[in-house]
């Protein structure tokens, strides 16, 4: 059988063009090592509904992936960002791999699985390992391909850095010091500095995974950091879009004042 | 072994209304293809909490599904979409199975999956697809009782369309004008017009997955929707007790203040 | 091969004080029961994230769960609960076998999983059943440890029972007089009285399930009543600085406004 990952990259954008080869992309069969997910294919999702099978051919892999606010490359971090930050693992194997296809390093992935367990939970963290581990195997992705446990650090922002620790400190130092001492010594200080993924990324990661578990509060603070670091309203538009399919539409709907309070407040 | 599906549908109510025979209902065993879950028995329950197996037998089996102001059926639609939205895997295939003994059709259940892919995001149908294609293999219910992928679709109600697009596009058609093309393109203009679920009851599936997963900002519009579709306030009452238990009782005490504002503002 | 559930608890207290010690722990085999996830060792972490290994042995066992503010056994409570509330199986087994060590009783986790069944939904009870019964059987836990069905209560605090119930009646009691009945009857006069968990253990299950799942508008009421029960602002504030790493930053900094506020109100 033909599988996703036996398809040079070039061709798996045919694929990702043409509905008609959709089908080749959902029947990647996978084993089952302990613990690691069936993916269904598009004929097991027919089985249950033509309808969910024309839409995952049609609207999500041949026009949303298609369009053009937003690389192929991105539309993959945003899409293991929602499943690892909502626990999904039935469409991780499937989406780990066409994150590598769509140009997503292995040591990228290692990176966003590490910052969702800071930013999600440990345990979602623990539940993407499981699957990324068995994907990682089937392609031959080796340790050495991956960031180090330790290593150099990017340079820290310092001015905007203590801004920010000033005004966490202000405003929750005396409830949660211990929260705001790791806010700053192991996420800011150590965990976004780390090279294997570009700030910009990091904070995508970091956008889609809040506006797909509904933690409003969070995005301004955090869709700012990401612009800052590159991200465009353009983008930002199309993480939205994107996002609609892979975290439900209530979730964006629920997103949708924040960013437009927070794209109305910058200057560009 | 006596399970559920055996039995005449005239039974099963036999048995929902006699704590007694509940924990027949909790043996249907499964067998373990790809992927599905393995349904703990009531003595399952029991062997770790026998609180727990008691309070399942009375409150929840014996005394909540028997309350007259909501149907088996709208009970079974309220109970699938606040699995399906909270992924909860464990619980389905008991669940698509008594949905289909209070009189939810294989057709229904397929197009509340493609609604919840939609509205509680994409990989919840996928997961619900491996549940539900078993559980149909296992009754042998074939394609030919499911709503084709493309055909005819209800009419639209224009006015009341065109005022909702109006509204949304004045709100976010510049921060997100993808989000806006789908939702009026694919949802409004097609998703809600499958005439595979009655509109009442795809807005009750909405409803209960909003309040099911904490989604309090996008209530107000889809209780009016689905009070406007025909669900009654006793209805809408019964439909946050059922959830107090299917979603917990944080959920449902989250959404009060918003429902009774929804029925405060409406004439009935 | 030495697993934790061998160690003397001494030795996994010597354990969880040396980094070096702690792959020893997560190296715990489990078979595979129906429904039981494999655990990832930290060998499994290392081969996708060397830096999640890292930062699992490190801060997470080798400092967090040492901080003197929280004891072990409430860690415990707060992971477990956690865990629960948000349906993360994989970690479920490491963390139920944990808790057995730190000190929560067989019978505790039992009335943790009926407590959560109610405040965080049926499901996340069942599928904290299948992996409980499972750690149960493996360590010889018969059903003579756990707590009975039925039995004798705790005494009601009837004046602060009699409040709350004609707040809540005047607010709800004609939106949803079933929720209104069921909490009063099911929850407030049977669920919180059951003597197999304390009332001040009780509410650090729920405060600490809101916390994790971001149901911020539940916590004021909640942690007052925890703080009634015993729970010190000291030991909130580790409870928050535990659930940054088990439920992820956002759900945390999200919640400390509102425990911020509830510290101001009250006189100690």
Known sequence: MVTMSMLPRAMVWVCLTLAACAQTQRTTTMDRPDGVPVVPTLDDVRAVSPALARYTQGPLLGDLWKRPGLSPRDRSIVTLS?????????EMPYHFNLALETGVKPGEISEIITHLAFYSGWANGTSAVVIAKDVFAKRGITSNQ????????????????????????????????????????????????????????RSLVTVSALIATGQVAQIPYHLNRAMDHGLTKAQTSEVLTHLA?????????????VVKDVFEKRPN
Do not use: C, H, K, M
């Open 146 to 201: 991956l960031p180090p446990a330790t290593g150099d650090l990017l340079p820290l922002e310092e001015a905007a850095e203590a801004q920010r620790a000033a005004r966490v400190e202000e405003s929750f130092g005396s409830v949660a010091p211990g929260v705001v001492q790791y806010t700053s010594n192991l996420l800011f200080r150590e965990l976004w500095l780390r090279p294997g993924l570009a700030p910009r990324d």
């Open 82 to 90: 929602a499943l690892i930050a909502r626990n999904q693992s039935v």
């Open 245 to 257: 399919f892979y975290a439900g539409w209530p979730n964006v709907f629920s997103a949708l004042p």
